[in-house]
């Protein structure tokens, strides 16, 4: 499947392998593909960079972190699960507080470090994220997959990335309508291949 990523997708995936390796975490995740394609957008111009500073995700890459860690300190439930708990009376956050000052700070959190891997594996949810980008190409005809595929599977896959970058105002939608100029056609809203028209990304070179 790599040989069908463009340039700028390549340069997000292996800077994703990059950014695992320099914190040692265990296996590349989808948080590391976000990290890493922020730092693409932020360094490079094109049609993903512009619809990124459109949605004011330019320049962010260091507060989705941040954002990032805190979900990762909840230890699994998404903002979303932290809030319909919060309206069931039960707060997430002071109970992770309580576990932490029993057992340490992020003690919840997952393993990060690892004694010399030095190659690491795409996990669960990294997987997900480039199937999904090759299946919105294909929805839409395109015929490579591209940075902007990658984004709109990140938006698209539900779990602490969506929930974070929905926060900073990125949606499947917003993303989607920065992009076509709306319609949600193909990829995750119509994955056997059929729609497109006038929604359909030009195709990539």
């Known amino acids: ?106 003690v919840l959190d997952r393993p990060r470090r690892t004694g010399g891997m030095r190659h690491r594996p795409f996990d669960r949810g990294a997987k997900d994220v480039l199937a999904r980008a090759l299946r919105i190409a294909v929805g839409r005809q395109d015929r490579r997959i591209g940075d902007e595929h990658i984004l709109l599977a990140l938006t698209a896959r539900p779990g602490a990335v969506a929930d974070v970058l929905a926060a900073h105002g990125a949606t499947y939608e917003t993303v989607d309508r920065a992009l076509h100029g709306g319609g949600g056609e193909g990829g995750e809203h119509g994955e056997d291949g059929e729609g497109g028209g006038a929604g359909r990304m030009r195709r990539a070179g």
């Not at 590391?32 to 512009?50: E, K, P, Y």
């Not at 260091?62 to 230890?75: F, I, K, Q, S």
């Open 1 to 106: 499947m790599f040989e069908r990523f463009t340039t700028e997708a390549r340069a997000a995936v292996t800077g994703a392998v990059a950014h695992a390796n320099g914190v040692g975490a265990p296996s590349v995740t989808d948080e590391h593909l976000l990290l890493a394609l922020l730092a693409l957008l932020d360094r490079r111009s094109g049609r993903t960079a512009s619809v990124a500073a459109s949605l004011g995700l330019t320049g962010r890459r260091a507060a989705v972190e941040t954002d990032l860690a805190a979900a990762r300190r909840r230890g699994g439930p998404t903002r979303a699960d932290a809030d319909a708990l919060a309206g069931i009376g039960v707060d997430v956050d002071a109970i992770v507080a309580r576990v932490e000052e029993a057992h340490g700070t992020g």
